[in-house]
């Protein structure tokens, strides 16, 4: 596999690296024989790892029929007999999730189904400041108080072997439900399901935690079925879940494949109908009421809204914005959170302002590995999106601590090449706790440790990266010419959707292309036309105008993603620029 980057040549072009998937004609073909789709289409798909005909087939036209058996999960018959021997005896539930929207979501399903069949349930999310993540003693003491006999821990739980040990010695068990990585040693719980256990026979590995949850309740309605409990009860339509469900998967950055690709297609066209008065409002809020909600609205407009609540304020009012029937009490959560997410945009860009200044101050970006800073001016409830963002600017795993009294809670993001989690378990001497997966990890370290912290976290990195590493990628789906981009093709294209983690939106490539008419429109966007070989496309380069005087009078290779563009009530195609280099410095893969 050769790759050739673009270097800093008097072009000025950003410094990238293509990788452009090699046609792998006998499967394209047989695909297209098959299926009858379009030529491009079946390279798009191929490049994706999808090969035969029945993957195809059901990646193109996802059903619930597709869905895996959730008894093979390991412990599942467990959990889901101990939490019917709750039911059965009238002893109350406790609900204890995690305060991101992955966990608001998981909570907000269980407590629905529960409380629909007049369950004495309840809920309970620890403050991100004042408490952090999982379990605490505090809690569970006033759980027991209350006379909770059980805990279902929900995108937590599965690191909390202490905690846990502390709920049995007080009468109180526990079913974990958690996606996070399996630690050394598992709790004492009653059951504990997550796919990731090496022994689990389920499938799909994959899964959020709310996707999770969402087995659960397959299982456990089943177990109910089985044992006659809906003889005089409606039956629950679990379908009527699923824009719960793909809240929370694509807000966890799940890879939307398997499962999660169709608990996200059939919840995003939810979304759209509406249905839900909560997501009613939140849609109104933000401005989107009679829009289509695809992948990316849901990213940016309604996740975020959700997410503000645990990040500065309470998760509780996000899980009560998805309960309400209430139209009235929906929208003025929705207002509240509305606010919040705009003082939560507030303090993130203060304090990615000030990383980049330090960075700047210090200039050794080259010599950095990796980005780990501290301070004690920095709310803990926003530094996981600055270090997302570090990681998307820079290209190297980031981690952002908050510190207080001596105690450092920090977030961390990795880039596709390292395994956060992983790297953090080699610097465990250092740390009080940590927990995570690939792409994200949390950890607590004491403030004197965090230099020391800081220079391993980076050598291991410099040992298990290549500085190739550090080069934006960029994923070329095809090479293709101008005249195969037409309304016929974006049609087809739609299927490829709902885009995200593990499948983006399709990027293709045209070749010596001429650029005419560059303007900077908007917030420095740049806008041209792309011609070749008699066609020409309107094309916008978002954020990039900077780059307008480097097009003049030159060929270029353009990555872009095709599109709709709809203006005025014309709707024509436009080139959404993914990136531009000269002819020659981008090879095939």
Not at 234 to 258: C, F, H, Q
Not at 515 to 544: A, E
Request: with cysteine; net charge negative; glycine share 6%.
């Amino acid at each position: 596999m050769e790759t050739k980057k673009q270097t800093t040549t008097p072009s000025k072009l950003p410094l990238t690296q293509w990788r452009i998937v090699q046609n792998q004609r006998e499967e394209q073909h047989l695909l297209v024989r098959e299926l009858g789709i379009h030529p491009l289409l079946s390279q798009i798909l191929v490049s994706r790892e999808i090969t035969t005909t029945e993957e195809a087939r059901k990646f193109l036209h996802p059903s619930l029929k597709d869905l895996h058996n959730p008894f093979l999960m390991k412990d599942m018959k467990e959990g889901v007999h101990r939490l019917i021997k709750a039911i059965s005896q009238g002893r109350k539930i406790m609900v204890y999730g995690d305060y991101d929207a992955d966990g608001v979501t998981s909570v907000v399903l269980l407590i629905k189904f529960l409380r629909d069949i007049r369950q004495n349930v309840d809920f309970y999310i620890p403050g991100r400041v004042d408490e952090g993540y999982g379990l605490n003693k505090h809690a569970i003491d006033q759980m027991q108080e209350s006379g909770v006999s059980l805990i279902v821990t929900v995108d937590c739980g599965v690191s909390e072997n202490d905690h846990i040990a502390y709920a049995k010695s007080k009468g109180i068990d526990t079913i974990i439900l958690d996606h996070h990585e399996i630690p050394d040693s598992l709790p004492a719980a009653v059951a504990t399901i997550n796919p990731k256990q090496s022994d689990c026979p389920f499938p799909f590995k994959h899964l959020s935690a709310v996707g999770i949850v969402f087995n659960f309740l397959i299982a456990l309605r089943g177990q109910l079925r089985n044992e006659g409990f809906w003889q005089n009860r409606p039956y629950p339509n679990l379908k009527e879940y699923l824009d719960i469900v793909a809240l929370g998967t694509i807000g966890d950055i799940s890879p939307l494949i398997d499962e999660n690709r169709i608990f996200a297609k059939f919840g995003l066209d939810l979304m759209t109908e509406s249905p839900r008065i909560g997501i009613q409002a939140l849609k109104e809020v933000c401005g989107i009421e009679n829009q289509v909600i695809d992948s990316e609205k849901a990213s940016f407009s309604l996740i975020p809204r959700i997410n503000a609540a645990g990040r500065i304020a309470s998760a509780g009012d996000a899980v009560n914005l998805l309960l309400t029937e209430d139209i009235n009490e929906a929208r003025e959560i929705a207002r509240k959170l509305d606010s919040f997410n705009q003082r939560r945009r507030t303090m993130e860009k203060d304090i990615l302002d000030e990383i980049i200044a330090l960075m700047n101050k210090e200039n050794r970006l080259e010599q950095l590995n990796s980005i780990v800073f501290a301070s004690d001016r920095w709310h803990p409830g926003v530094i996981g999106v600055v270090a997302s963002k570090l990681v998307d600017r820079f290209c190297r795993p980031a981690i952002v601590i908050s510190l207080k009294d001596g105690i450092g809670k920090g977030s961390g993001r990795s880039v596709s090449h390292f395994n956060i989690y992983r790297g953090l378990k080699k610097c465990e001497s250092l740390l009080l706790s940590y927990g995570g997966h690939r792409f994200a990890a949390g950890i607590s370290i004491r403030e004197d440790d965090v230099d020391e912290f800081g220079r391993i976290f980076d050598e291991i990195i410099r040992k298990e990266m290549d500085s190739a590493d550090f080069v934006t990628e960029t994923l070329i789906d095809s090479q293709c010419s101008l005249a195969d981009v037409n309304h016929d093709f974006l049609a087809e294209m739609d299927k490829l959707a709902p885009y995200g983690s593990r499948n983006p939106e399709p990027v293709l490539c045209v070749r010596n292309a001429f650029i005419s008419t560059p303007t900077v429109v908007g917030n420095n966007h740049l806008w041209m036309r792309v011609n070749k070989d008699g066609t020409s496309r309107n094309s916008i380069w978002f954020s990039k105008g900077h780059f307008m005087h480097a097009l003049t009078d030159q060929l270029i290779d353009v990555a872009f993603t095709p599109q709709i563009n709809h203006w005025h009530g014309t709707s024509t195609i436009q080139l959404k620029l993914v990136d531009i280099a000269l002819p020659g410095l981008q090879g095939v893969c």
